[in-house]
């Protein structure tokens, strides 16, 4: 994870960003563009030198700053993230697909057998060479990460802010359940509701159960949790411990290794 600067002072020069999106949705981005009037003052202090959603011109090999939402699916995206690696100071990361595998993850057990359904067959070349899916982290080395499903838009301005300006502030591997009793709501557990807060990378504030709606996992699971005692939590709580199970597979169906947990 960088800490450094990328603006050393009133000479520097703006820093060039690129903005890709590989397999997902795109609602990432979109996100972005609500950061509303946070965006014209973000603009102001980068060169967008291009991004997915909004321009055509490709083939930019200047930059400084590579942002990629969504999953690697297909060995032409490993080579895009291994060019824009090469070629950015500091690379991001936004959006669970691309931070964990997001709901593109699913598609990792019998992918084979998915593309034969969806395809009736072989895939179409357009498709391109098809691999399990897998985050950016497990092909390149990323600085920063914005997690969830999708980006919170303020969330993805304080990283950028912090890759563009610096920051000493590391990643904390802890779940959600800290910061959410903090905020003093009721815990879902207590009401005999499933909550993947237990188990999920603290990332969010606790943003849905502030909401009212328990965490559905969607900033993927953090390395601190402990899965068996958050199923000896579900058995005391009355909560089924398969719908425990079957819930943490939408957010974590790619396996991370330590090192590739950020
Ligand atoms: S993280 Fe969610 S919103 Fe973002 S690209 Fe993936 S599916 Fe879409
Ligand atoms: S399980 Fe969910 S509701 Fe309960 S403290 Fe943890 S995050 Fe909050
Ligand atoms: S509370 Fe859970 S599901 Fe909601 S945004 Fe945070 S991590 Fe995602």
């Given at each position: 994870m960088?800490?450094?600067?990328l603006?050393?002072d009133?000479e520097?020069?703006?820093?060039?960003?690129?903005?890709?999106?590989?397999?997902?949705?795109?609602?990432?981005?979109?996100q972005i563009?609500?950061a509303?009037e946070?965006?014209?003052?973000?603009?102001?202090?980068?060169d967008v030198r291009?991004?997915?959603?909004?321009?055509?011109e490709?083939g930019?090999?200047d930059?400084?700053?590579?942002?990629?939402?969504?999953?690697?699916?297909?060995?032409?995206?490993?080579?895009?993230?291994?060019?824009?690696?090469?070629?950015?100071?500091?690379?991001m990361?936004?959006?669970?697909?691309?931070c964990?595998?997001?709901?593109?993850?699913?598609?990792?057990?019998?992918?084979?057998?998915?593309?034969d359904?969806?395809?009736?067959?072989?895939?179409?070349?357009?498709?391109?060479?098809?691999?399990?899916?897998?985050?950016?982290?497990?092909?390149?080395?990323?600085?920063?990460?914005?997690r969830?499903?999708?980006i919170?838009?303020?969330?993805?301005v304080?990283?950028?802010?912090?890759?563009?300006?610096?920051?000493?502030?590391?990643?904390?591997?802890?779940?959600?359940c800290?910061?959410?009793?903090r905020?003093?709501?009721?815990c879902?557990?207590?009401?005999?509701?499933l909550?993947?807060?237990?188990v999920?990378?603290?990332?969010?504030?606790?943003?849905?159960?502030?909401?009212?709606?328990p965490?559905?996992g969607?900033?993927?699971?953090?390395?601190a949790?402990?899965l068996?005692?958050?199923?000896?939590?579900?058995e005391?709580?009355?909560v089924?411990?398969?719908?425990?199970?079957?819930?943490?597979?939408?957010?974590?169906?790619?396996?991370?290794?330590?090192?590739?947990?950020?």
């Open positions: 960088g800490a450094f600067s603006i050393t009133a520097a020069r703006v820093p060039r960003v690129v903005v890709v999106g590989l397999a997902s949705c795109f609602g990432c981005q979109l563009t609500n509303e946070h965006l014209m003052e973000i603009l102001g202090q980068i291009y991004w997915q959603l909004v321009t055509s490709d930019v090999e930059f400084d700053v590579a942002i990629i939402e969504g999953a690697v699916t297909t060995r032409e995206s490993e080579e895009t993230c291994k060019f824009l690696r090469a070629h950015a100071a500091h690379v990361a936004i959006g669970a697909c691309a964990t595998g997001g709901v593109t993850g699913m598609a990792s057990d019998y992918l084979g057998a998915r593309t359904l969806v395809y009736d067959g072989e895939a179409p070349d357009a498709c391109g060479e098809m691999i399990e899916p897998r985050p950016v982290s497990a092909v390149i080395d990323v600085d920063s990460e914005v969830c499903c999708p919170d838009p303020y969330d993805f304080a990283a950028l802010q912090r890759a563009l300006y610096g920051s000493n502030r590391l990643p904390e591997p802890r779940t959600m800290a910061d959410c009793k905020n003093e709501t009721e879902f557990f207590e009401q005999g509701v909550c993947l807060g237990l999920t990378q603290a990332a969010c504030g606790a943003r849905c159960v502030n909401l009212g709606r965490c559905n969607c900033a993927g699971m953090s390395s949790a402990n068996e005692a958050a199923r000896l939590s579900c005391t709580y009355g089924p411990v398969e719908s425990f199970d079957k819930a943490l597979e939408m957010f974590n169906q790619v396996k991370l290794t330590d090192s590739e947990t950020l």
